[in-house]
């Protein structure tokens, strides 16, 4: 069974302070990556997709099969940076996507 | 960017009575909706997948006849949780996957369930 996991329920770090938010995954076939994002009183948005390879407001993510793992990763957090951080999987074809418990980030100044 | 809306935000209720949440895709058609129920403190648990003008699929441990999904058209997908009870008491969110399946999902904000 396809299952999700974020060891850290809170991560909190000084402003300038490099940020990783872990991700664990494991599922039998080849899982496409998310990682989505809620701002205080906002909704869900995604935040970067590891098939994009792209790295959106300083934040990156690395696929790691061998390790099964998709950390979400940015040299120096800011503080606008805080908020709540969710590791998704989806499988192949986009039918049907499963989340981690959340990461709450709180960057301080 | 793609707006997805829930309504009502809240609602309350008395045990044994049922509940209509409405999920619409406002500004895109919606091929597929998906419904997640949300525990204090805990993930988003997947409930199920709705394609329009079909069967929702459930997963695994989810009543479906508690749980009832229609998906009757491209911008519309609406739970019922019928004869609730306190335990039923949660938040559910639904998103919404766009017709070009990119995998990126937009979210409503979320109802917050409570069941008297």
């Known amino acids: 069974a396809q299952r999700v996991t974020q060891p850290e329920k809170l991560l909190s770090v000084f402003k300038g302070a490099p940020v990783e938010l872990k991700c664990n995954y494991s599922?039998?076939?080849?899982?496409?990556l998310f990682w989505y994002v809620q701002y205080s009183r906002q909704r869900l948005q995604l935040l970067l997709r590891h098939i994009s390879r792209e790295s959106i407001k300083g934040f990156t993510a690395d696929l790691n099969k061998g390790e099964t793992s998709f950390h979400l990763k940015k040299p120096f957090a800011q503080e606008e940076d805080s908020a709540m951080y969710y590791c998704?999987?989806?499988?192949?074809?986009?039918?049907?996507?499963?989340f981690g418990s959340g990461t709450k980030l709180n960057v301080k100044p | 960017g793609a707006v997805v809306s829930q309504h009502p935000s809240w609602v309350i209720c008395k045990s044994g009575t049922s509940v209509k949440i409405e999920c619409r895709s406002l500004d895109f058609q919606a091929t597929t909706m998906f419904w997640y129920r949300q525990f204090p403190k805990q993930s988003l648990m997947l409930m199920a997948t709705?394609?329009?003008?079909?069967?929702?699929?459930?997963e695994q441990g989810v009543e479906k006849d508690k749980f009832l999904i229609n998906h009757a058209s491209l911008t519309l997908s609406t739970l019922t949780v019928t004869s609730a009870h306190p335990e039923d008491s949660s938040f559910y969110i639904c998103?919404?996957?766009?017709?070009?399946?990119?995998?990126?999902?937009?979210f409503g904000e979320g109802s917050r369930l409570t069941v008297l």
């Open positions: 998103s919404a996957a766009g017709a070009l399946n990119t995998g990126e999902l937009f």
């Open positions: 709705s394609n329009e003008g079909s069967k929702a699929t459930y």
């Open positions: 599922y039998s076939g080849s899982p496409e």
């Open positions: 998704a999987l989806s499988k192949p074809g986009f039918n049907k996507f499963y």
